[in-house]
């Protein structure tokens, strides 16, 4: 079963390199595209085939080391 | 004084601490490998600096999962002293030992100078070789030292005085809230900060102004 | 018979970048047409970046031998005997291209590869440098280039945990379309643990270590051998990426590897991977090598032969191993989380096969792929010396400070500290001299030995004068190393130039070798490991001459150094060498004057020996206080930074008959700035006459200020403004072509 994983900064959390994003789309003349917010996608793919437990395994996964909870928020995508 | 470092794969500045403990304290500190089960029993546990695991996914995310996390979580529950530098600061956030978490530094670029720090508080086990507001020189390098926590977490720290370093003289590299360059766990046994002390140890580095960490140490454990 | 499974045309055999005759010769050696394997194998190994074709035939000229030479050329790197059973082992090698193309993957990938080519020798890394040139300032790609460039180099270099100690940044249009990206490593190694590339004994298992081969890369030698045009933006996807944690794992596991003496032999995979890197070893030990290609551990599915002969995938090893310790090894690299695969054998055949799904996808004379490489003596002409420079025509500034403060504040001449801060410099613990001295000095481990480190060419006096551009390069680095107190050990040389097939070209390739072997017999100074790198243009348009010398001193004593920094307030300041105002080929010229006309400055080897030699004893005799080099920009370039870097001004007075500006920013060579305590300033005057060395008072120093017979009066926080400003500012206005 595959799986997408979406990691996102928190509202409040500093995001430097989202600004520079930003700045740079400005720039460039794409004034209108704003609130650039950078995070990081994975991958992956389980050998679980139950949706609900390859769901829990992730979401372990995701709180124990895709994320960082103090500053990061999750989401998972399966593929069901 | 006994003390042991723990080595990640892609930890760099393990040599640095090593030498810099031995120096001062005068024995040289084990080297622990991530992979083993148990530290040995000493008074300090030094985590270095460096990049472990390539800081791929998060500095110290990878490395905060290795085996010997749960000997040093539970040797810092006993009491055991444990200082991070760097690196080793955002593995022991990572790991939950210190609040908060290092975020990319403010102006996106890896930072490699000397900066001022300012001895917020002298009275842990860490600093008392220092004075109260004592300016210090110490070298900086790193890419993700911007330190980070929610409002009520900084609150906290403050006043409960857990900010031990403070970038002094506008010489914050980082962009970190309340120029906040070191802080300590509320038992006062755990230290995270990440400048970089074992870098200005002897008059070779130009100046001796980190050895009063291990200094302190040193007192506190004789 | 191997069965062709690729027709071989003449468009292919262009494709590979072997010329028709080339091919011929191919045709000659093997008495059929090569597989298309084979043909990959063949421009792998002829093609300049790993033959050497234009270049051998002069670089065989060079000096390589010296008391203290125990491995010169044709290894990874040079060894160099420092005493107590050490060895400094050092190269210099060009990623250009790749740099260009992807700025910060192509300079991290650099930085990797010369990390490799140290420990491969048995050393551990202990100190980087980086040679870097661009394009004018004003060009649409330069900027990107810079901080693409700047960041790999930490990227990579600051993850392994090397500290970058120093380097050359200059800007010119001649750099616009090819960039210049020169790395430098040195490592430590004992004398009696050097380990070689030749491989021994037949039969022997050939192991592969490190990480997994992908399709990175390929073609990545011919494209350092190919001009670029317009279309090679669309070259991207061959550029390799680094893996610094991966390359650090390596470091540990070799190092910890070679340490159980299971180690035959060991080559790094750089250009051409697997292929040059198995040739190599089997061809130097006068052995055949079988390799099974179902082995190689793969990153992608169903590569094939050839793909995988030619992959430049980063962080890689080939090793011959003493059988009986293959599994103490395997384990070594299980305990490293690295790949580690028997890919083959040696031979006693002297052929070098290739398998692939259990057929032979190849069957070359190993010998031969690397001796019988096509060898050119190119025609060059001598280049045309420049008319002289009439001093008359280079008229007096109306304000001689403030061209001081422009100069201190251009692109070439400022501090390059935004450049050096994002490079981990202090990392080991062994940094004595940080970045911004003349030279970077870092203590050999557990001792109160130093190394001092120096990278040096004038690009603009190559340009001029390729001989004495060739001497001067070669001088400047023997002089920085010298004003640490140091004793200049030996080079290595990264020679960067045109096109090779253009007579001219040529001709300033041959010139600046004719200097540089001049200079470093000269100054004992022996060149024991190098680089070359041609084809730098684009649309037919040259770089300058870009001959960079890195060389290498041994400080006996770290108690017994100098640097540029002025110490203390009033102290004496003297010149050492003769002011004559030489204007030609100057940064003054260039950059005030707009003009780039007269002769280079001309470089007397005995005087700079003599000098030399005088400052270094009055630097372990401990007499003078701060030293420093004159170089670009001439004296008053000189004071201003040590003023700068002291914190402490200084009164001047030129007693001279020249015009202040030629006397300030002339650029004659073989001259340093000493200070001395007022105290010492007799007896130094005394020996230096009896010695026979000229020596100028020039001033003391003190206050706040730089002040010059009433002619100039700037303050330090003045000086520093300018000088500190330019980078961050340039750095920071809008990126145009991100």
């Given at each position: 079963?595959?799986?997408?994983?979406?990691?996102?900064?928190?509202?409040?959390?500093?995001?430097p390199?989202?600004?520079a994003?930003?700045?740079?789309?400005?720039q460039?003349?794409?004034?209108?595209?704003?609130?650039v917010?950078?995070?990081?996608?994975?991958?992956?793919?389980?050998?679980e085939?139950?949706?609900?437990?390859?769901?829990?395994?992730?979401?372990?996964?995701?709180?124990?080391?895709?994320?960082?909870?103090?500053?990061?928020?999750?989401?998972?995508?399966?593929?069901? | 004084?006994?003390?042991?470092?723990?080595?990640y794969?892609?930890?760099?500045?393990?040599?640095?601490?090593?030498?810099?403990l031995?120096l001062?304290?005068?024995?040289?500190?084990?080297?622990?490998?991530?992979?083993?089960?148990e530290?040995?029993?000493?008074?300090l546990?030094?985590?270095?600096?460096?990049?472990?695991?390539?800081?791929?996914?998060?500095?110290?995310?990878?490395?905060?999962?290795?085996?010997?996390?749960?000997?040093?979580?539970?040797?810092?529950?006993?009491?055991v002293?444990?200082?991070?530098?760097?690196?080793?600061?955002?593995?022991?956030?990572?790991?939950?030992?210190l609040?908060?978490a290092?975020l990319?530094n403010?102006?996106?670029?890896?930072?490699?100078?000397?900066?001022?720090?300012?001895?917020v508080n002298?009275?842990t086990?860490?600093?008392?070789?220092?004075?109260?507001?004592?300016?210090?020189?110490?070298?900086?390098a790193?890419?993700?030292?911007?330190?980070?926590a929610d409002?009520?977490?900084?609150?906290?720290?403050?006043d409960?005085?857990?900010?031990?370093?403070?970038?002094?003289?506008?010489?914050?590299p980082?962009?970190s809230?309340?120029?906040?360059a070191?802080?300590?766990?509320?038992?006062?046994?755990?230290?995270?900060?990440?400048?970089?002390?074992e870098?200005?140890?002897?008059?070779l580095?130009?100046?001796?102004?980190?050895?009063g960490?291990?200094?302190?140490?040193?007192?506190t454990?004789? | 018979?191997?069965?062709?499974?690729?027709?071989?045309?003449?468009?292919?055999?262009?494709?590979?970048?072997?010329?028709?005759?080339?091919?011929?010769?191919?045709?000659?050696?093997?008495?059929?047409?090569?597989?298309l394997?084979?043909?990959?194998?063949f421009?792998?190994?002829?093609?300049?970046?790993?033959?050497?074709?234009?270049?051998?035939?002069?670089?065989?000229?060079l000096?390589?031998?010296?008391?203290?030479?125990?491995?010169?050329?044709?290894?990874?790197?040079?060894?160099v005997?420092?005493?107590?059973?050490?060895?400094?082992?050092?190269?210099?090698?060009?990623?250009?291209?790749?740099?260009?193309i992807?700025?910060?993957?192509?300079?991290?990938?650099?930085?990797?590869?010369?990390?490799?080519?140290?420990?491969?020798?048995?050393?551990r890394?202990?100190?980087?440098?980086?040679?870097l040139?661009?394009?004018?300032?004003?060009h649409?790609?330069?900027?990107h280039?810079?901080s693409?460039?700047?960041?790999?180099i930490?990227?990579?270099?600051?993850?392994?945990?090397?500290?970058?100690?120093?380097?050359e940044v200059?800007?010119d249009?001649?750099?616009n379309?090819?960039?210049?990206?020169?790395?430098?490593?040195?490592?430590?190694?004992?004398?009696?643990?050097?380990?070689?590339?030749?491989?021994?004994?037949?039969?022997?298992?050939?192991?592969?270590?490190?990480?997994?081969?992908?399709r990175d890369?390929?073609?990545?030698a011919?494209?350092?051998?190919?001009?670029?045009?317009?279309?090679?933006?669309?070259?991207?996807?061959?550029?390799?990426i680094?893996?610094?944690?991966?390359e650090?794992?390596?470091l540990?596991?070799?190092?910890?590897?070679?340490a159980t003496?299971a180690?035959?032999?060991?080559?790094?995979?750089?250009a051409?991977?697997?292929?040059c890197?198995?040739?190599?070893?089997?061809?130097?030990?006068?052995l055949?090598?079988?390799?099974?290609l179902d082995?190689?551990p793969?990153?992608?599915?169903g590569m094939?032969?050839?793909?995988?002969?030619?992959s430049?995938?980063?962080?890689?090893m080939l090793?011959?191993?003493h059988p009986?310790?293959?599994?103490e090894?395997?384990?070594?690299?299980?305990?490293?989380?690295l790949d580690f695969?028997?890919?083959?054998?040696?031979?006693?055949?002297?052929?070098?096969?290739?398998?692939r799904?259990?057929?032979?996808?190849?069957?070359?004379?190993?010998?031969?792929?690397?001796?019988?490489?096509?060898?050119?003596?190119r025609?060059w002409?001598?280049?045309?010396?420049?008319?002289?420079?009439?001093?008359e025509?280079?008229?007096?500034?109306?304000?001689?400070?403030?061209v001081?403060?422009?100069?201190l504040?251009?692109?070439?001449?400022?501090s390059?500290?935004?450049?050096?801060e994002?490079?981990?410099?202090?990392?080991?613990?062994?940094?004595?001299?940080?970045?911004?001295?003349?030279?970077?000095?870092?203590?050999?481990?557990?001792s109160?030995?130093?190394?001092?480190?120096?990278?040096?060419v004038?690009?603009?006096?190559?340009?001029?004068?390729p001989?004495?551009?060739?001497?001067?390069?070669v001088?400047?680095c023997?002089?920085n190393?010298?004003?640490s107190?140091?004793e200049?050990?030996?080079v290595?040389?990264?020679?960067?130039?045109?096109?090779?097939?253009?007579?001219?070209?040529?001709?300033?390739?041959?010139g600046?070798?004719?200097?540089?072997g001049?200079?470093?017999?000269?100054l004992?100074?022996?060149?024991?490991?190098?680089?070359?790198?041609?084809?730098?243009?684009?649309?037919g348009?040259?770089?300058?001459?870009?001959?960079a010398i890195?060389g290498?001193?041994?400080?006996?004593?770290?108690?017994?150094?100098?640097t540029?920094?002025?110490?203390?307030?009033?102290?004496?300041?003297?010149?050492?060498?003769?002011?004559?105002?030489?204007l030609?080929?100057?940064?003054?010229?260039?950059?005030?004057?707009?003009?780039r006309?007269?002769?280079?400055?001309?470089?007397?080897l005995?005087?700079?020996?003599r000098?030399?030699?005088?400052v270094?004893?009055?630097?372990?005799?401990?007499?003078?206080?701060?030293?420093?080099d004159?170089?670009?920009?001439?004296?008053?370039i000189?004071?201003?930074?040590?003023?700068?870097?002291?914190?402490?001004?200084?009164?001047?007075?030129?007693?001279?008959?020249?015009?202040?500006h030629?006397w300030?920013?002339?650029?004659?060579?073989?001259r340093?700035?000493i200070?001395i305590?007022q105290?010492?300033?007799?007896?130094?005057?005394?020996?230096?006459?009896?010695?026979?060395?000229?020596?100028?008072r020039?001033g003391?120093?003190?206050?706040?200020?730089l002040?010059l017979n009433g002619?100039?009066?700037?303050?330090?926080?003045?000086?520093?403004?300018a000088?500190?400003g330019?980078f961050p500012?340039?750095?920071?206005?809008?990126d145009t072509?991100?």
């Amino acid at each position: 079963m595959k799986a997408r994983i979406i990691v996102t900064l928190k509202n409040g959390v500093l995001d430097p390199q989202g600004k520079a994003i930003e700045h740079a789309l400005g720039q460039l003349g794409f004034g209108g595209i704003g609130d650039v917010r950078q995070g990081k996608y994975f991958e992956v793919t389980l050998s679980e085939q139950d949706p609900a437990k390859a769901r829990a395994q992730l979401e372990d996964a995701c709180k124990k080391l895709f994320a960082n909870t103090v500053i990061e928020n999750y989401a998972i995508e399966l593929d069901v | 004084m006994k003390s042991a470092v723990i080595v990640y794969p892609g930890i760099n500045r393990e040599r640095d601490l090593a030498r810099a403990l031995e120096l001062v304290t005068g024995t040289a500190p084990y080297m622990v490998w991530h992979d083993d089960a148990e530290i040995p029993d000493v008074d300090l546990i030094a985590v270095p600096g460096g990049f472990s695991y390539g800081d791929y996914l998060r500095c110290g995310a990878i490395a905060g999962q290795a085996r010997i996390t749960a000997d040093l979580k539970k040797k810092a529950a006993k009491g055991v002293r444990v200082f991070g530098v760097c690196n080793g600061f955002q593995i022991l956030t990572e790991i939950g030992l210190l609040p908060g978490a290092l975020l990319r530094n403010a102006h996106l670029k890896f930072v490699c100078k000397e900066v001022k720090l300012e001895v917020v508080n002298s009275r842990t086990a860490f600093t008392n070789a220092y004075a109260q507001g004592q300016i210090i020189r110490c070298p900086v390098a790193h890419h993700d030292g911007n330190y980070f926590a929610d409002e009520g977490t900084i609150r906290k720290l403050e006043d409960e005085h857990r900010v031990v370093f403070r970038y002094a003289q506008g010489t914050n590299p980082n962009g970190s809230i309340n120029d906040i360059a070191g802080i300590i766990n509320e038992k006062g046994n755990v230290l995270g900060m990440m400048p970089h002390p074992e870098n200005l140890v002897e008059p070779l580095h130009g100046g001796l102004d980190g050895r009063g960490i291990f200094e302190s140490l040193l007192e506190t454990v004789a | 018979m191997i069965p062709n499974e690729i027709e071989i045309t003449p468009e292919l055999v262009a494709e590979h970048g072997l010329k028709p005759d080339e091919y011929q010769r191919i045709l000659d050696l093997i008495g059929r047409t090569p597989t298309l394997t084979e043909l990959g194998i063949f421009s792998a190994m002829w093609n300049e970046h790993c033959s050497y074709k234009s270049s051998k035939k002069w670089l065989r000229t060079l000096p390589t031998k010296g008391p203290r030479v125990l491995q010169g050329p044709g290894e990874n790197a040079g060894v160099v005997d420092i005493g107590d059973g050490e060895a400094v082992v050092f190269k210099m090698e060009s990623h250009n291209h790749p740099s260009y193309i992807e700025p910060y993957q192509g300079a991290a990938t650099g930085v990797g590869g010369i990390l490799r080519d140290v420990f491969t020798m048995g050393a551990r890394p202990i100190a980087a440098m980086n040679a870097l040139r661009f394009g004018a300032p004003t060009h649409e790609r330069t900027r990107h280039i810079v901080s693409g460039v700047v960041a790999g180099i930490g990227g990579y270099g600051n993850s392994f945990g090397v500290p970058t100690v120093g380097g050359e940044v200059n800007f010119d249009p001649s750099y616009n379309g090819n960039c210049l990206v020169n790395a430098f490593a040195a490592g430590l190694a004992d004398t009696d643990k050097i380990f070689l590339s030749e491989a021994k004994g037949v039969g022997m298992p050939i192991v592969y270590l490190g990480s997994k081969t992908g399709r990175d890369g390929i073609h990545g030698a011919t494209m350092a051998s190919a001009e670029f045009d317009d279309d090679s933006e669309e070259k991207r996807p061959t550029v390799q990426i680094g893996d610094p944690f991966g390359e650090k794992l390596l470091l540990e596991a070799c190092l910890e590897l070679m340490a159980t003496g299971a180690v035959i032999a060991i080559q790094d995979m750089g250009a051409a991977g697997l292929t040059c890197s198995a040739v190599e070893m089997g061809a130097k030990g006068n052995l055949g090598v079988e390799l099974d290609l179902d082995k190689v551990p793969c990153r992608e599915e169903g590569m094939t032969a050839y793909e995988m002969m030619l992959s430049e995938s980063q962080e890689r090893m080939l090793m011959v191993l003493h059988p009986e310790k293959q599994a103490e090894a395997e384990a070594v690299f299980r305990k490293w989380d690295l790949d580690f695969a028997v890919v083959g054998k040696t031979t006693d055949d002297l052929r070098f096969r290739i398998f692939r799904h259990g057929e032979l996808m190849g069957d070359l004379p190993i010998k031969e792929l690397g001796d019988e490489a096509p060898e050119y003596d190119r025609p060059w002409v001598e280049t045309k010396p420049p008319a002289p420079l009439d001093p008359e025509s280079v008229p007096a500034p109306n304000d001689l400070g403030a061209v001081l403060l422009k100069l201190l504040g251009s692109p070439d001449m400022c501090s390059r500290r935004w450049v050096w801060e994002q490079y981990d410099h202090l990392v080991q613990g062994n940094t004595v001299v940080r970045p911004g001295s003349d030279a970077a000095v870092v203590r050999v481990k557990d001792s109160n030995k130093g190394l001092a480190f120096s990278l040096d060419v004038t690009p603009r006096y190559c340009t001029a004068d390729p001989v004495q551009g060739g001497k001067q390069a070669v001088a400047e680095c023997w002089r920085n190393i010298t004003a640490s107190g140091a004793e200049p050990l030996a080079v290595t040389d990264n020679l960067n130039f045109g096109n090779p097939e253009k007579p001219e070209i040529m001709g300033q390739f041959v010139g600046c070798i004719k200097g540089i072997g001049e200079a470093c017999e000269a100054l004992a100074f022996p060149v024991v490991s190098g680089n070359v790198s041609l084809y730098n243009e684009t649309n037919g348009q040259a770089i300058m001459p870009t001959p960079a010398i890195g060389g290498v001193g041994l400080i006996p004593d770290l108690g017994k150094t100098a640097t540029t920094a002025f110490k203390g307030e009033g102290e004496a300041i003297y010149v050492i060498g003769e002011t004559l105002g030489h204007l030609g080929q100057s940064v003054y010229l260039r950059d005030i004057e707009g003009r780039r006309e007269g002769p280079a400055p001309h470089v007397d080897l005995g005087a700079e020996k003599r000098h030399g030699d005088f400052v270094r004893s009055l630097i372990r005799s401990a007499r003078v206080t701060a030293v420093h080099d004159v170089s670009d920009g001439g004296l008053l370039i000189a004071l201003a930074e040590m003023a700068m870097a002291g914190g402490i001004g200084a009164e001047l007075e030129a007693e001279t008959d020249l015009p202040l500006h030629a006397w300030g920013f002339g650029e004659d060579q073989a001259r340093y700035v000493i200070t001395i305590a007022q105290a010492g300033a007799g007896d130094l005057e005394k020996d230096a006459e009896k010695a026979g060395i000229p020596l100028t008072r020039l001033g003391r120093t003190g206050g706040r200020e730089l002040t010059l017979n009433g002619q100039i009066t700037i303050s330090l926080d003045k000086l520093a403004q300018a000088h500190e400003g330019w980078f961050p500012a340039y750095m920071a206005a809008p990126d145009t072509n991100a």
